[in-house]
C-alpha cells in the first residue's frame, strides 16, 4: 500500500548556546488540537511516535533538501522533542546561521498516519486524532501550524572555520528564496483564516420592500434571489427564512422525507432511482473465503423542475405610506399560497410512487374503524419485515384523513382509547397530538396525508408505511423573491420557489390496502 505521506509546521521560538552544531527542540507538541483547513482539526495523541520501531529520520530544509540529521527522538509529556545535527553544506551554513539567529524558529515534519480516530461535531467539523505515526523527516521552516513546539537550543562547535568561497556568493540568493518562501506562505496563511461572519439582515420582509423603493442596489440584489445556493459567502437575510418557514410549513409529508440542493441550472432534474439489490452481507467462513456477492442495478430518470409562487402588485403609495405589516400579509400570503401549491405536486407524486408499489401492499380485510389490537400489531410487524428484507429503515406510516381519524379513535373491549391524547391512561398503546395532527401507535409515527382522495393510492389504498429514504425533494435553498417595474407607479412582487421531486429508493413505500 502507498504509504501517505502527510507535513505539518510547528511553531518553535529558539535560543542559541555554542557547543555544538546541532538544534533541539518539540517537533510535535502532543494534545494540540489545529485547525488545519478550515473545519477539519487535527491532534496528534501523547507517544504516537515511537522511537524504537520508527527507523532513522534526516533533517530537511523546508521539506525539500537534507541539511542534516536527526541523532536522537524521545517522547516527552510536552511531545516529540528531537536533537538533530545540521551538515556542514552551503545550504546547512545558512539553515544554520538563520536558526542560530533567531529567524528560523519553526519545525515541521513529514510522516505517515499508522492509526487514527475520526469524529465530527454537532457543527460538521471534522477531528482526527492520530494515534500512531511514523515520522520520515524532520523540517526547518519559517511558518508554523502548530503553536506549541519549541527549539530548546541551537548549538555550534569550536572547529576553526574553513573557508568557504561559495558562502559568499550563495548568501544574497538563499535570502531570496526565504524572502519568497516567507511572502507564499504568509499568502496561505491568511487565505486559509476564517472568513469574518457577515452581518445578518434581521428585517421582516415588509420593512425590506420599503427600503427597496429607495433603489438601493444591495436591496435590490438581495431581493432579486441573488442569495441562493450559489452566493454561499452571504448569509440569508431574516426575511427569506421567514418566508421559507411559511412556504414549507404547509407541505408536512415533504418533511418526513430527505432533501438537497437543486442545482444551479437546468428545467429537469437528473438522478439515480434504486431498482434492485440483491447484496447479501454474511460472515466470511474461514480466512481467504469469497464473500457473498451480490447486484445493485439502478435507473436513470429524471423530473421535471417545477417554479411554484405567485405575485401582487402595490402602489408606491401603498409601500411607502402604509404599515410594514400590511405590506408583510401580502408577502405572507403569496408564501402561503407557494407552499400549498408545492405541497399538492409533492403529494401526487408520492400517490404516484404508492400505486407503483401496488404487488407489494399489505392488506387487510377489516376497514380502519374495525381493527383491533392483534391488527395493528400484525400490520406493523408485517411492514417491519418487509424494510428489513430491503434493508431499509421503517420511519412510520402515512394515511388518509378517513383513516387516521379512525386510528385515532380506537378503542379497547373497556371502552378506554387505545391512542390517548395526554400520553398517560390505561390501555394506551399509542399516542394522539391534535394540534400538531400527528400520532404513533406501537412506536410507528403516524402521519396524516390531508390532501389525498379516496382510492387516489390504488383501489382501497388507505395510506403507505414508509422509509425517509424512499423520496427526495430537490430545492433551491430561500423562497426568492423579485421585484419588476412596472407603470404608473407601482411594482409587482413575487414569491418563487423551484422545486423537483425525487422517488430515489420507490422500495420504500409499502401500501397499506384495507377493506
Known amino acids: 500500500m502507498t504509504e501517505q505521506l502527510l507535513t505539518r509546521e510547528y511553531a518553535s521560538p529558539a535560543r542559541s548556546d555554542e557547543d555544538n552544531r546541532t538544534v533541539s527542540g518539540i517537533a510535535v507538541p502532543y494534545g494540540d488540537e489545529i485547525e488545519y483547513t478550515r473545519g477539519y482539526f487535527e491532534t496528534v495523541a501523547p507517544g504516537a511516535f515511537d522511537p ?32 538533530a545535527r545540521i551538515s556542514e553544506t552551503t545550504l546547512g551554513n545558512d539553515a544554520y546561521a538563520l536558526a542560530r539567529d533567531g529567524a528560523i524558529d519553526r519545525f515541521s515534519i513529514g510522516f505517515v498516519p499508522l492509526a487514527s480516530d475520526t469524529t465530527r461535531d454537532e457543527d460538521g467539523n ?67 483564516a476564517p472568513a469574518p461572519a457577515p452581518a445578518v439582515d434581521t428585517r421582516s420582509a415588509g420593512e425590506v420592500l420599503k427600503a427597496l423603493v429607495s433603489g438601493d442596489e444591495n436591496e435590490t440584489r438581495a431581493y432579486n434571489g441573488a442569495i441562493s445556493s450559489a452566493d454561499g459567502t452571504m448569509t440569508r437575510p431574516t426575511w427569506i427564512k421567514d418566508l421559507t418557514r411559511l412556504v414549507d410549513s404547509v407541505n408536512p409529508l415533504k418533511a418526513l422525507f430527505q432533501t438537497g440542493p437543486l442545482p444551479p441550472d437546468g428545467l429537469n ?75 399538492n405536486y409533492f403529494a401526487q407524486v408520492f400517490a404516484t410512487t404508492v400505486q407503483s408499489r401496488a404487488a407489494s401492499a399489505l392488506t387487510s380485510t377489516k376497514n380502519a374503524s374495525a381493527l383491533t389490537w392483534a391488527d395493528i400489531v400484525g400490520l406493523t410487524v408485517d411492514a417491519a419485515s418487509a424494510f428489513q428484507d430491503a434493508g431499509l429503515p421503517l420511519d412510520g406510516l402515512i394515511v388518509d384523513k378517513a383513516t387516521f381519524k379512525a386510528l385515532a379513535a380506537l378503542t379497547a373491549s373497556d371502552g378506554r382509547p387505545l391512542m390517548s391524547v395526554s400520553g398517560t391512561g390505561a390501555n394506551t398503546v399509542g399516542e394522539f397530538n391534535p394540534a400538531r395532527l400527528t400520532g404513533d401507535v406501537v412506536g410507528i409515527k403516524i402521519t396524516p396525508n390531508l390532501m389525498a382522495k379516496p382510492d387516489e393510492l390504488g383501489t382501497k389504498v388507505v395510506g403507505a408505511f414508509y422509509s425517509s429514504l424512499a423520496m427526495r425533494t430537490y430545492e433551491t435553498p430561500v423562497a426568492q423573491l423579485q421585484d419588476e417595474n412596472i407603470l404608473n407607479l407601482s411594482k409587482a412582487f413575487s414569491v418563487y420557489r423551484y422545486q423537483a421531486v425525487a422517488a430515489e429508493i420507490p422500495t420504500g413505500l409499502v401500501p397499506l390496502k384495507l377493506a
Open 126 to 192: 471534522t477531528h482526527v486524532v492520530h494515534t500512531s505515526i511514523a515520522v520520515r523527516e524532520v523540517s526547518l521552516v519559517p511558518f508554523p501550524a502548530y503553536n506549541n513546539a519549541v527549539v530548546t537550543e541551537v548549538r555550534s562547535h569550536h572547529e576553526p572555520e574553513k573557508e568557504n568561497p561559495m558562502t559568499d556568493t550563495m548568501s544574497p540568493v538563499f535570502d531570496e528564496i526565504n524572502e519568497r518562501m516567507a511572502s507564499l506562505e504568509q499568502a496561505f496563511a491568511a487565505a486559509a
Open 52 to 83: 524504537e520501531t520508527n527507523g532513522p529520520v534526516k533533517l530537511f530544509w523546508s521539506h525539500r533538501d537534507v541539511i542534516g540529521t536527526v541523532t536522537e527522538a524521545r517522547n516527552t509529556p510536552e511531545g516529540l522533542e528531537i536533537t
Open 269 to 343: 432534474l437528473e438522478f439515480t432511482e434504486l431498482a434492485t439489490n440483491t447484496i447479501t452481507v454474511d460472515a466470511q467462513t474461514n480466512e481467504g473465503d469469497d464473500l457473498q456477492i451480490g447486484k445493485i442495478s439502478t435507473r436513470e430518470k429524471t423530473t421535471p423542475v417545477k417554479t411554484f409562487g405567485g405575485y401582487t402588485s402595490l402602489t408606491r403609495q401603498a409601500i411607502e405610506r402604509t404599515r410594514v405589516n400590511l405590506l408583510q400579509v401580502h408577502l405572507n400570503g403569496m408564501a402561503l399560497a407557494a407552499g400549498q401549491r408545492s405541497a
